[in-house]
């Protein structure tokens, strides 16, 4: 995981806007992103036939994710924090990644196998999180891939996609397979996203066991 551990770098985009939506309901903003990011996987999943969907579709990405973001600063600011808001939050995080990956996943960008390994990884990271905390442990947010992660990829890779199917380069041909640059995205979801499943299985492992350790 690598930009979460970098959003206190980001807070500046943040606390302007969300001073100004400080009446606005948490929850209101993150049905927001959560309508966005629905809107982004139909764009996603019908730029394989409209190339020039593309661009439209990493806006709506990164829009999505201001919205995920933007939701619990207002939520601080406002004195509206609430386990519920939390809760929902978690809900809508898990359906916009499936929005978008789900959607790269069944259209002609992706092999629909490789597809579906990406969506096992990226739910098994996030569910093996939650599971920490279901168990009396702490939220796991530890791994090689986290939602700042995909969020930040799912924007770059369409840019990319669309600069080089402008060039004439749908796909690349790698040791005799054709694969286009949302594929590699995918591939690098899968492998990544399982990793990162198995590391907090392994670190929620080893925190109880020194949980258990000092109750002895």
Known sequence: ???DKHRKDAEFTLAPVAK??????PNTISWLGLIVAAISGVLLY????Y???LIPAAVTVIVSGYFDALDGKVAKLAGKCSVKGDYLD???DRYA????IAAIALSGWCDTRIGLLAVMGVLLTSYMGTQAQAIGAKRLYDGLLGRADRVVLCFVF???QAIACAFGYATIDVFGWNISFL????IYFAVLGNLTAVQRVLITWKNLGEAEEKKE
């Open 1 to 3: 995981m690598v930009l």
């Open 20 to 25: 100004r939506f400080i009446n606005v309901n």
């Open 46 to 49: 019908m730029s394989y036939d």
């Open 51 to 53: 190339r020039w969907l």
């Open 90 to 92: 978690h809900v809508f």
């Open 97 to 100: 990644d499936m929005f978008m």
């Open 158 to 160: 369409p840019i990319i």
């Open 183 to 186: 594929e590699i995205m995918m």
